[in-house]
C-alpha cells in the first residue's frame, strides 16, 4: 500500500489519473494503498508499466517480529 502512494506521488499521477491510465476507479487505487485490497498480478503488471517499476515493489514480504 505504502509503496504504491509513494510511487504514484512521485510519478506526478491523482488517484483518479493512475486509476484511468489502468482502467480503474480512483476508489479502487485508495483501497490498494489502504492495504483494503490488494491489486491482482494483471493489476500489478499495469501498475508496473504506468510507474516505472519492479513488480518486487509490490510484493508484501513478512514482518520481523
Avoid at 11 to 38: F, H, K, M, P
Wanted: contains cysteine.
Amino acid at each position: 500500500g505504502e509503496a504504491l502512494r509513494a510511487h504514484r506521488r512521485m510519478a506526478g499521477y491523482s488517484l483518479d489519473d493512475l486509476g484511468q491510465s489502468i482502467g480503474v476507479s480512483a476508489s479502487t487505487i485508495s483501497r490498494w494503498e489502504t492495504d483494503y485490497n490488494e491489486p491482482d498480478s494483471t493489476a500489478i503488471k499495469q501498475l508496473c508499466q504506468a510507474l516505472d517499476c519492479a513488480p518486487s515493489t509490490f510484493s508484501k514480504r513478512p514482518r520481523l517480529r
